[in-house]
């Protein structure tokens, strides 16, 4: 198996060939290049096939034992300081490629159903090609600069990504608030790599580990200041993973194509921050005040996520905060020591909310030929109701991907989102609560999000609902570009082609949408029981470095049934109740949700407005900045520029005055001369 290891590097850099080759055909023979649409979108999706294959076969090989691989060169050097490049497979990375190629691919097919009458078909899938390259090579790196360097460029593909459709404002908007915010992140993420680099003179993971503690132990640095670099690392999990308080970018960049909240947003780069926060294990396990910021951090976030997705009726928007609350759950497993628990959750979920976000674009997709391109609209739940009957095949999925992320044994959220509760009420009683009431919370959003998308009557040809919908937001002249990406002159200019026209209901998406569903129902099902208490395959797979397999086969035959019962069952108890009170409210109208809305205005409206995030960093940020900007203007503008123009007034005056003295006549220098001679015999006899 040891030429596997070899070609490995051929992971990341396949797709990245493909984006390559594709993105040249696009500027040198854009005509020619968008016209082999179906042969471009092809090529892409068969080299991220091949390093799908590649990924799973290293899989298999390190489950049967086989020992880390890591191959580097030497890519910088100025005296003792050397900088290495290379990649690394073991447990973990093996688990992660797999994770990313998988959903990518299945993203990569779905996006030919769903972006085919797009005039950005083949842009598309160059710029998911670079993304899915970026994110590999990240999940290889042997090191934190190789870390940093593909961070970022993950971070300029979700830029890239969300303002696809740039024409639309409100996708450039999201795309540049994503920017923003992620450069605050990333910022203490740099200042933390090149303090740890100063404080232990490395880069690699386990070394800095080893070396942070020595010289905690040795008093050459004090433990404080070795918190505070950890919390800067810690900033890029925060931004990325979409933590408190830098989670406000996630729900805008639900303005990209729904394969893009599905890829990045859902299963890949927001996870990126948990597999960081993995691979600086050996860092924060040792600071115990660094490991309790990252518990709290993500237990709040989890609650904080879970509390504006029940208000929210946007179908996207709702998943995207159901992204922040379960990312939070990961954070924090990794902050109360449940490394295993937090990646077996990380893995669950990206299979379900993939198949989640895909199963609401191909609902987009459907209500699209009914009310429209106007996301304002096609993407609000209160003009869908009874899809299951015109889209089974989604209305299945999506159930699937509903009972898996509520917690609903035997689906796979259950295992893992159970294994994450037991170890918080072993660590903090307190986070076990909070953590548990968001499970009823998620049970209770989702079931909402189902009951009323797919169940009840059909809403979207209610005239009433839809004008009251349109006089609430935005005019559609502002939102005039969803799925498609073309203007509404287009549109008209080429329906008889692309067979755009309004029908009385929905229908059911093309097979390249439907079959990556049913495929990702599978792991949203299954995956879970490898990960069950009583037989944790996953944990003997994934584990700490410190942690031997013995031991954890030890903990496995000490399990307690009993235990395991009243804490599952509490749970699972919790979400049916969540489940219900859904129900009665949506799907049988047993109980007025505006009523009790009315009766908690202040609550309701704290969860509908975000909790007032976004206005408040608009005012305290957004608005000073412009402030401060406008001064500074002002300053640049009288003082700055002043300055330089005063000189150049100088200059100018001098010169004309000049140009009458230098004329070239002899006799006027020696004029000029005599004339100075002439006052300085006059000054000295003066004097």
């Not at 080893?210 to 505070?228: D, E, Y």
């Not at 990556?516 to 879970?528: E, H, Q």
């Not at 150049?648 to 009458?660: D, P, R």
Request: negative net charge; charged residues 10%; proline residues 4%.
């Amino acid at each position: 198996m040891e030429p596997l290891y070899q070609y490995a590097w051929l992971i990341p850099v396949l797709p990245l060939m493909g984006a390559m080759l594709v993105g040249l055909g696009l500027i040198s023979a854009n005509k020619t290049a968008n016209s082999l649409r179906k042969l471009n979108a092809s090529f892409i999706v068969s080299l991220l096939g091949v390093a799908m294959g590649l990924s799973f076969a290293l899989l298999w090989s390190q489950y049967h034992g086989h020992e880390p691989f890591t191959r580097t060169l030497e890519w910088a050097a100025a005296g003792d300081f050397h900088l290495e490049m290379g990649y690394t497979i073991d447990h973990l990375t093996a688990l992660m490629l797999v994770v990313v190629t998988t959903v990518a691919f299945l993203v990569m097919i779905y996006s030919d159903g769903y972006m085919a009458h797009d005039r950005g078909y083949v842009r598309f899938y160059a710029y998911l090609s670079l993304f899915s390259s970026s994110m590999l090579g990240l999940v290889v790196s042997p090191n934190l600069v190789q870390v940093y360097i593909f961070w970022e460029l993950v971070g300029m593909c979700s830029y890239l990504l969300v303002g696809f459709w740039y024409d639309r404002k409100t996708a450039a908007e999201a795309a540049q608030k994503a920017f923003v915010v992620n450069r605050v992140g990333d910022f203490g993420l740099l200042l933390g790599i090149l303090g740890l680099y100063w404080a232990t003179g490395s880069f690699e993971f386990e070394t800095i580990g080893a070396n942070l503690q020595s010289s905690v132990t040795l008093g050459s640095i004090s433990g404080g200041f070795a918190a505070l670099l950890a919390i800067l690392v810690f900033l890029g999990p925060v931004a990325k993973s979409a933590q408190f308080p830098l989670h406000v970018w996630l729900p805008d960049a639900m303005e990209g194509p729904t394969p893009i909240s599905a890829l990045i947003h859902a299963a890949t780069m927001v996870a990126a921050g948990v597999f960081l926060i993995a691979r600086m294990y050996p860092v924060f396990d040792g600071i115990p005040v660094v490991m309790t910021t990252i518990a709290w951090t993500g237990a709040f976030t989890a609650f904080l996520g879970a509390s504006i997705a029940i208000t929210q009726n946007d179908i996207k928007k709702g998943l995207a905060y159901s992204t922040i609350s379960q990312l939070g759950y990961m954070v924090m497993a990794m902050g109360i020591g449940g490394y295993t628990a937090g990646l077996f959750h990380l893995m669950t979920h990206a299979y379900f909310k993939a198949m989640l976000f895909l199963g609401s674009g191909s609902v987009i997709h459907g209500m699209e030929g009914v009310v429209g391109h106007d996301p304002a609209l096609a993407q609000d739940m209160r003009l869908m109701g009874g899809l299951r009957k015109y889209m089974p095949l989604t209305s299945l999925t999506f159930l699937i991907g509903t009972l898996a992320i509520s917690g609903i044994p035997p689906f796979a959220g259950f295992w893992s989102k159970d294994e994450i509760l037991g170890l918080a009420f072993n660590a903090n009683p307190m986070l076990w609560a909070i953590a548990w009431g968001t499970a009823g919370l998620t049970a209770f959003y989702m079931f909402r999000m189902y009951f009323l998308t797919f169940e009840g009557p059909f809403r979207g040809n209610d005239t009433e609902i839809r004008r009251q919908l349109l006089m609430a937001k935005k005019p559609t002249s502002e939102l005039a570009f969803g799925p498609g990406a073309m203007n509404t002159k287009e549109l008209e200019a080429n329906a008889h082609e692309e067979n755009h026209h309004h029908s009385e209901f929905p229908h059911e998406s093309p097979l390249t949408m439907t079959l990556p569903l049913l495929i990702l129902a599978v792991p949203s099902t299954l995956v879970g029981l490898v990960g069950m208490p009583f037989a944790n395959h996953f944990e003997e797979f994934i584990h700490p470095a410190g942690e031997t397999v013995a031991a954890i086969i030890a903990h496995e035959e000490g399990f307690d049934l009993t235990e395991f019962l009243i804490m599952s069952g509490s749970t699972v108890g919790l979400a049916l109740i969540g489940i219900t009170l859904a129900s009665l409210m949506y799907l049988r109208h047993k109980i007025d949700p505006s009523a009790i809305a009315q009766s908690i205005k202040p609550l309701y409206q704290l969860s509908l407005n975000k909790w007032y995030f976004d206005d408040i960093y608009h005012s305290v940020f957004v608005l000073s900045l412009r402030r401060l900007a406008r001064q500074v203007m002002e300053v640049d503008f009288r003082v700055v520029d002043g300055a330089v123009n005063l000189t150049g007034f100088f200059t100018l005056v001098s010169g004309e005055g000049l140009k009458y003295l230098e004329n070239g006549r002899a006799q006027f220098y020696a004029l000029i001369i005599f004339g100075a001679v002439l006052g300085l015999v006059i000054v000295s006899g003066v004097t």
